[in-house]
């Protein structure tokens, strides 16, 4: 209010005496930089009353967990303290305070079967032309994708049932792929439908349920039936595409996932990339529902969500290139919208498929070559994150807990992590389910 005053002192010309132009300018300039801290200030307050409610809201956990663990003692036993009373209410603290007990250490196992009943996005349409194929792994094992006569795309084993070929080498012939060590020639459904020079033998490889929708090419490598409803994955309204970007990572696709759930990092991570010039915030906060996989961080004007089982949405207020605008993405006059797919190739191998789209300056996509300096910028960010997360996962193979003291800003993270290990468990209920 005193700084409101000051200024309207210093524009009000029947409140002061006459100045410079010169001295106003200065005059004003101190007072835009005292209100400017006095913001800061207010902002820092505001984070301080949040973590103080959040503590306040923990202690009262804890009063009513010892509040029933004494009643539980005197109902059951008067005359002698209960033992498994103060258990369970220890064990009631844990559930509430999830981060103390994470652990990721340790060789990454086998991917559990329940990881596996999901449409998994694979590829973009646009790179599986009608004579082409795109080989992938996916759960540690060999696929093939490519398109039937009739257009529509198809997986199968990439793996000749003849003498174990790698049918990715071969060729795509009017809607069937063929072998090239001795021809044999397989439909979308697997089916074999030609051997040159001998009898046609009634032979079919392992195909996935394959489906396109939205310019991706989708898969479902799980026992169960698929589900009937594949997600979307589309910009919203108002953005174009720019850039669809596919690269093999050689880290687990659940660090990368850690990583790209991050961005409290950036300013320290990224600082020659698009993080370049970025101030280090005294607070770091990502604000998301009691229930939900996505929400929104402060003080950066971005928008991010987690969308089982691997992918990551993001809009991200922007004004110039590099450039952060505003306190949140509504005050942001463009954006810029990010999907990041890290499907698990093996444990310790991504296929990740990076999309990014612009609801600002749409003749970028008809400038030549554009594509290139797209995928160098995007190689740059993602080396700067590599060789952090690569040794990463050297320390967690040998024993170290890449999560072991989670903090505020871990919040969508460490929900991604026990989301996973409720998934894996069998629990019928899954943790944040709201925002599925």
């Not at 850039?243 to 880290?251: C, H, Q, R, S, Y």
């Not at 991504?350 to 008809?366: E, I, N």
């Not at 030549?368 to 193979?397: C, K, S, T």
Request: aromatic share 8%; with cysteine; proline share 8%.
């Amino acid at each position: 209010m005193l700084l409101h005053e000051k200024v309207v002192e210093v524009l009000n010309p029947l409140a002061r005496e006459y100045k410079s132009i010169g001295t106003m300018k200065k005059e004003l300039a101190d007072l835009q930089g005292e209100l400017a801290q006095a913001h800061r200030q207010v902002h820092i307050s505001e984070a301080r009353v949040s973590t103080a409610l959040d503590k306040l809201a923990y202690v009262e956990a804890l009063v009513n967990d010892r509040l029933l663990e004494d009643k539980t003692t005197v109902e059951s036993n008067p005359a002698s303290p209960s033992c498994s009373s103060s258990t369970q209410s220890l064990d009631a603290v844990k559930r509430k305070m999830p981060g103390k007990s994470l652990n990721v250490s340790g060789p990454v196992q086998p991917y559990h079967s329940r990881l596996k009943n999901f449409w998994y996005p694979v590829a973009f349409s646009n790179n599986l032309k009608d004579d082409m194929m795109i080989p992938i792994d996916c759960f540690e094992e060999p696929w093939v994708i490519f398109r039937g006569k009739d257009g529509k795309p198809g997986c199968v084993q990439n793996t000749c049932a003849h003498r174990a070929c790698p049918l990715h080498l071969g060729s795509v012939n009017e809607g069937r792929i063929q072998c090239p060590y001795h021809g044999w020639e397989y439909s979308t459904d697997g089916k074999c439908e030609k051997m040159p020079s001998t009898r046609l033998l009634n032979v079919k490889l392992r195909s996935l349920p394959c489906f396109e929708k939205e310019g991706m090419i989708w898969i479902w490598p799980g026992d169960d039936p698929p589900s009937a409803m594949l997600p979307s994955l589309q910009p919203p309204t108002g953005f174009e595409i720019h850039a669809e970007i596919v690269m093999e990572l050689p880290i687990e696709h659940g660090l990368l996932l850690d990583n790209l759930l991050d961005l409290a990092h950036a300013p320290f991570t990224h600082t020659s990339t698009f993080a370049k010039g970025w101030s280090v915030p005294s607070l770091v906060k990502f604000l998301t529902p009691a229930s939900g996989l996505q929400g929104y961080w402060d003080p950066y004007p971005i928008d991010m969500e987690f969308k089982p089982p691997c992918m990551v949405l993001s809009t991200i207020g922007i004004s110039k290139p590099g450039k952060l605008e505003g306190q949140n993405t509504k005050q942001c006059a463009t954006h810029l919208h990010q999907l990041h797919v890290c499907l698990p190739s093996s444990r310790q191998k991504t296929r990740l498929l990076y999309r990014m789209s612009l609801d600002f300056a749409p003749v970028l996509k008809h400038i030549p070559f554009m594509q290139y300096l797209w995928r160098y910028f995007a190689e740059q960010v993602l080396n700067e994150d590599l060789r952090l997360v690569v040794g990463q996962q050297e320390r967690m193979i040998n024993g170290a807990n890449v999560w072991n003291r989670p903090v505020a800003y871990d919040k969508l993270g460490v929900r991604y992590r026990f989301w996973r290990d409720a998934l894996q468990q069998g629990v019928k209920q899954l943790p944040f389910s709201n925002s599925l």
